[in-house]
C-alpha cells in the first residue's frame, strides 16, 4: 500500500547544529516526492520538490530509491526553522499527493 | 490573485446540521483538491477535480459529504448531518495541471461540530 512515514513526531535541535527530518516511502510506481512547511498560524505551504533538487532555505533533500527515502537536511538550524514539516508523496498513478503525518521541529536557543 | 481562499475559516455547528465550505482558487488553476487534516494527522485526500469534472472521491467520504465545482473555478464541500467526528480543518488546495508541481494551499476551514 501507498504510504509516507515519518518516524518522528517532535524533533528538538538545538540552533546553529545539523537538522534531519527522516521520510520513508512505500509506492510501488514512479514517486515524486515533496516537503511541505507550516509555520505557526500560517497555511500549509510547498517548501521543495525532489524534481528541482534545489536549496530553499537552507534546506536540501535527495531522494534515495534504494532506500525509500527523502529525507530533509539543514547543516545549520535556525530558529525561524521552528515550524511543522510534512513529507509528501505524489502517486502518479493515481495523481494525488499522500502526506505522512508530520514531524514538528523545535529549534532550541 | 492572492492564493487559494477558503470561506469561512471558523465553522461551528450542531451535530446534525449541514454545513458548506467554499474554496476559490487560483484562477488559472484546473485542478482543485480537497483534504481533511485532524490533530496530529497529516493532511488526507478526500477529492479532487479537474475543472468540473470530479475525478476522484476517497473511501473516506461517506454519502453525507459532496463535492461540486460548478464551471470549473469555485468549489463547494458540503457535509449533511454532521457529526462530531467530521470535525477538522478542512483543506483546499490547487495546481495548474497535472504533473510534480505540488499544490498550493488554502488556509483552511476548521469545523467543529458540537
Known amino acids: 500500500a501507498q504510504r509516507v512515514t515519518q518516524p518522528e513526531k517532535l524533533l528538538s535541535v538545538f540552533k546553529g547544529a545539523p537538522v534531519e527530518l527522516k521520510c520513508n516511502y512505500s509506492?510501488?510506481?514512479?514517486?515524486?516526492l515533496f516537503w511541505y512547511v507550516q509555520y505557526s498560524r500560517q497555511r500549509l505551504q510547498l517548501l521543495l520538490r525532489?524534481?528541482s533538487r534545489e536549496s530553499i532555505k537552507g534546506f536540501t533533500a535527495d531522494l534515495n530509491k534504494g532506500e525509500t527515502s527523502f529525507h530533509l537536511k539543514k547543516p545549520f538550524a535556525q530558529e525561524e526553522d521552528s515550524a511543522m514539516y510534512y513529507c509528501?508523496?505524489?502517486?502518479?498513478?493515481?495523481?494525488?499527493?499522500?502526506f505522512g503525518k508530520g514531524t514538528r521541529l523545535h529549534i532550541l536557543p | 490573485d492572492t492564493g487559494v481562499s477558503q470561506d469561512p475559516r471558523h465553522k461551528i455547528t450542531k451535530r446534525g446540521q449541514n454545513v458548506t465550505f467554499r474554496c476559490d482558487p487560483i484562477?488559472?488553476?484546473?485542478?482543485l483538491y480537497w483534504y481533511r487534516q485532524t490533530l496530529g494527522q497529516g493532511p488526507e485526500f478526500l477529492t479532487y477535480?479537474?475543472?468540473?469534472?470530479?475525478?476522484?472521491k476517497s473511501r473516506l467520504l461517506s454519502d453525507r459529504f459532496s463535492a461540486e465545482r460548478p464551471k470549473g473555478s469555485f468549489s463547494t464541500l458540503e457535509i449533511q448531518r454532521t457529526e462530531q467526528g467530521d470535525s477538522a480543518m478542512y483543506l483546499c488546495?490547487?495546481?495548474?495541471?497535472?504533473?510534480?508541481?505540488?499544490?498550493?494551499f488554502g488556509s483552511g476551514t476548521r469545523l467543529t461540530v458540537v
Open positions: 488546495a490547487s495546481s495548474l495541471a497535472r504533473g510534480p508541481y505540488g499544490y498550493t
Open positions: 509528501a508523496l505524489l502517486m502518479n498513478r493515481d495523481d494525488k499527493i499522500i
Open positions: 525532489h524534481i
Open positions: 477535480f479537474q475543472n468540473e469534472a470530479q475525478l476522484e
Open positions: 509506492y510501488s510506481g514512479s514517486p515524486e
Open positions: 484562477s488559472e488553476h484546473n485542478r
